[in-house]
């Protein structure tokens, strides 16, 4: 496609319930990151694959969030028992940049999910 | 660790007015940095980068950012702003060194608006 795509664009959930946010990366892109943006502040790093593998998974806040990615193309976010706390847009990126590859390119962004957790 | 900071929440200026949003960044190798733009409901879009090289790099739109090594900042600007450059503005910087990893650090942002 032309560009990165996320789905659902919003999603409500009730406190415990698990979700799963689906990004599909600009074709042929080595690399996938997921951010966290809460309201009013800038995007956090939550993890990066470069296709398959998770090479960096550091920014998860707890064990209850899950990602993966296995065909190394389309990536899901996976958050169980979700709470208040949860709320955010997530963000996935991605580049055609990657370890061994020229780190120069710049991440592109989809639209993101903005998860509401009531 | 890296960081970003952006000192301004908000920039206002007039329709014509030059415009400067301001970036810090701090990283323990060299740096590499990135200025987006998110619109209400949307992605964030690049704008322009700096890799290595000339220190003034022009970018989408009309944007401009100068590196200043020193100072350790990356400002971005632009000579008359526009109505329709009113969005949120994001610094970015991601540390050249391998173990830092690929991923970007952003500044909370600096909301701009541009009035006629």
Known sequence: ?118 | AQSVAQPEDQVNVAEGNPLTVKCTYSVSGNPYLFWYVQYPNRGLQFLLKYITGDNLVKGSYGFEAEFNKSQTSFHLKKPSALVSDSALYFCAVRDILKAAGNKLTFGGGTRVLVKP
């Open chain 1, 1 to 118: 496609g032309a560009g990165v795509s996320q789905s659902p664009r919003y999603k409500v959930a009730k406190r415990g319930q698990d979700v799963a946010l689906r990004c599909d990366p600009i074709s042929g892109h080595v690399s996938l990151f997921w951010y966290q943006q809460a309201l009013g502040q800038g995007p956090e790093f939550l993890t990066y694959f470069q296709n398959e593998a998770q090479l960096d998974k550091s920014g998860l806040p707890s064990d209850r969030f899950f990602a993966e990615r296995p065909e190394g193309s389309v990536s899901t976010l996976k958050i169980q028992r979700t709470q208040q706390e949860d709320s955010a847009v997530y963000l996935c990126a991605s580049s055609a940049s990657g370890q061994g590859i020229s780190p120069y390119n710049e991440q592109f962004f989809g639209p993101g999910t903005r998860l509401t957790v009531l």
